[in-house]
């Protein structure tokens, strides 16, 4: 499994912030950057923003307000083409 998989798998698995994925690879977080460019440029994940559309279809959101998203950390949510893939 080449790491542009592993990083999809992370996130598939709940590991959504980059300085995580590059903790749990044992990589530089500026790698995980570039990967996620790649992956977003592919369409297999997208940014979540507080307060986004993504917010408003999770299902913790009635709980939640954002809680999940701290200032300044980026997270990503998988598309509807990533869970297309077969492994």
């Known amino acids: 499994m080449g790491k542009l998989e592993k990083v ?7 590991t959504t912030r980059e ?15 570039g990967m996620i460019k790649i992956l977003e440029s ?4 997208e940014r979540i923003e507080h307060g986004s559309e993504s917010c408003k279809t999770c299902p913790l959101n009635k709980i939640c307000w954002g809680s999940c998203l701290r200032p300044g950390v980026e997270t990503f949510k998988l598309t509807d083409k990533a869970f297309s893939l077969k492994k």
Not at 8 to 14: F, H, R
Not at 42 to 45: A, D, E, F, I, W
Request: net charge negative; glycine share 16%.
């Open 19 to 33: 300085d995580e994925i590059a903790e749990k690879l044992g990589i530089a977080q500026e790698e995980v950057e």
């Open 8 to 14: 999809l798998e992370l996130i598939k698995g709940g």
């Open 42 to 45: 592919l369409g297999y994940v």
